[in-house]
């Protein structure tokens, strides 16, 4: 649900040949003639969609109040070809995380929730792996990705614990920075924000920003939890590109860590939420934030360091000359003016939210295909338009002038890029393979359950003389013999990405031990 770069190189869109008819529906809906101030905008979009390999896009612009642009583009699924419009509903990814923290705002407000309140002063049962961290740790630290905790994301995201568990396996947690000495994007934390809402409010977190977010905002299609699909129409399908396919997979269930990033919406409806944060809390007449709540949400908290993997979503040559981190936005300048701003990325969904708060502006960015960092070129692009024409004295959106840059095509170049470092990495790899070896134990033996402390238990099944794999029965699939004792995990669903898992045999002979690539050590039970 963050903001590194995307992970695997993409060719030109494949669409299945009974679809190739519906490339016609890349058309920005609806239909009706792009504002004269817009000129260029829609054919922008169409032509980065195809260049990124996304299906289906929506986009809305705020300028003065006002909604001027709200369109969708693509498909929702490439499979029915039906349209995305402005009213298509995508998952927001970590832009939820601002709800989170407007929550928290909504409880300062009424003095019951201070920015510097202690957790455990909320939740008396919560703990870090550092005694000194548990007691100081603020609603502040949490909000501000400043825990000195490195992600560990797997135990939301490939295990089946409940929101409760995860936070008590937090404890388990070892730092990789110190508390407050540097910043680590880290969204058990925001997890734990939710439970500090529920613990100050009575009430859960999805049930609090339903009832004091989305209904003041008139936001009745949005919702905490994708268990609310099956009521809804008009929902995008996430893909995933798989031998440069644009392949559907399924929405991926994230309750477990909902506060952090588990809501659906349009940006029709993203634009009521943006256009809030442009008036200082105030939406049709009536204030729900005070003025020092907002300010406080759009205030650099904590510096982000050079070398933090996240800067790698702006493009090299972004005129930025810092770049910070707010309760729960990002804060950064761009051609000299103030920007606040998310996005957000799930399985086969990525968003972005943004706006500049002196020049009345902002965006919303909803798109049904991962990776991509399309969504981050139209922030750019919006801003230059607006830019542009200011400077030219022609009026917001009246470029393009000097200003104007084809911020999709440079972050395209620069992904492809990274994308080919990853695919040298992965050649270098299977040249390394000894691929005349076996394992050194029948694989029967290599079947049982490998637990972790923090993760959770493995489970290694064997049948039918091959090897597979179960985290708790959430992530599934097979292994792989790749040379030695080494395996490669191919997971059902690609959207997963594949993992090694190198077992070790201890002196007795006996299977005890298995290292998971970028996860850690797991003994047998």
């Not at 998952?91 to 705002?105: D, N, P, R």
């Not at 300062?108 to 201070?114: F, L, T």
């Not at 290694?460 to 003389?465: F, P, S, V």
Request: net charge negative; with cysteine.
């Amino acid at each position: 649900m963050g903001r590194g770069r995307a992970a695997c190189a993409l060719g030109r869109l494949a669409f299945p040949p009974a679809l190739l008819a519906a490339l016609a529906l890349l058309a920005p809906r609806p239909a009706a003639a792009q504002p004269a101030p817009l000129q260029g905008l829609d054919d922008y979009v169409t032509t980065a969609m195809e260049a990124w390999n996304v299906p289906g896009l929506a986009l809305a612009v705020i300028a003065d109040g006002e909604v001027v642009h709200a369109r969708g583009y693509g498909v929702r699924d490439v499979r029915t070809g039906a349209p995305v419009d402005e009213h298509t509903l995508f998952a927001v990814g970590s832009t939820s995380k601002a709800f989170t923290s407007a929550a928290l705002g909504l409880l300062v407000d009424e003095g019951r929730v201070s920015w510097d309140d202690r957790v455990i002063d909320h939740i008396p049962w919560f703990a870090m792996y550092d005694a000194y961290a548990t007691r100081e740790l603020t609603v502040r630290d949490l909000l501000t990705h400043r825990s000195g905790l490195a992600r560990g994301d797997a135990v939301w995201s490939r295990w089946p614990h409940d929101r409760h568990e995860i936070i008590r396996r937090i404890r388990f947690l070892e730092p990789t920075r110190s508390f407050r000495g540097a910043w680590q994007y880290q969204n058990l934390m925001f997890l734990t924000a939710g439970e500090v809402v529920r613990a100050a409010s009575g009430q859960t977190w999805d049930d609090f920003v339903d009832d004091r977010i989305f209904t003041p905002l008139g936001m009745d299609r949005s919702v905490t939890s994708v268990t609310e699909l099956d009521r809804l129409d008009n929902v995008a399908t996430p893909h995933v590109h798989v031998a440069d396919v644009a392949t559907p997979v399924a929405h991926k269930n994230i309750d477990n860590v909902g506060p952090a990033g588990s809501i659906y919406s349009s940006v029709s409806q993203m634009a009521r939420w943006v256009s809030l944060h442009l008036t200082g809390g105030v939406h049709a007449g009536e204030r729900l934030f005070s003025d020092s709540v907002m300010a406080e949400m759009h205030r650099p908290q904590m510096l982000i360091q050079a070398d933090a993997p996240e800067n790698s979503l702006h493009p090299r040559d972004a005129p930025m000359n810092f770049n910070a981190y707010g309760l729960a936005w990002w804060v950064l300048d761009y051609r000299g003016r103030k920007v606040v701003d998310h996005g957000g990325g799930i399985d086969g969904m990525r968003a972005h939210v943004a706006f500049m708060p002196e020049e009345g502006l902002g965006m919303v960015a909803l798109s049904n295909a991962r990776p991509n960092n399309l969504i981050v070129a139209l922030m750019y692009r919006v801003f230059d338009h607006h830019l542009s024409g200011e400077e030219g004295g022609g009026g917001v959106f009246s470029g393009p002038g000097d200003a104007m840059a084809d911020w999709s095509a440079l972050m395209l170049a620069e992904y492809r890029e990274s994308s080919a470092a990853q695919a040298d990495a992965r050649n270098r790899r299977a040249a390394d393979r000894a691929v005349a070896t076996e394992p050194s134990r029948p694989l029967t033996e290599y079947a049982g359950t490998f637990g972790h402390q923090y993760y959770g238990a493995i489970d290694i099944t064997h049948a039918d003389g091959a090897l597979s794999f179960s985290f708790g029965g959430k992530t599934t699939g097979r292994l792989e013999h790749w040379h030695y004792d080494v395996f490669r995990a191919i997971p059902d669903n690609p959207a997963n990405g594949e993992m090694f898992f190198t077992f070790t045999v201890g002196p007795a002979g006996v299977v005890g031990v298995l290292e998971v690539e970028g996860l850690g050590t797991f003994g047998r039970s």
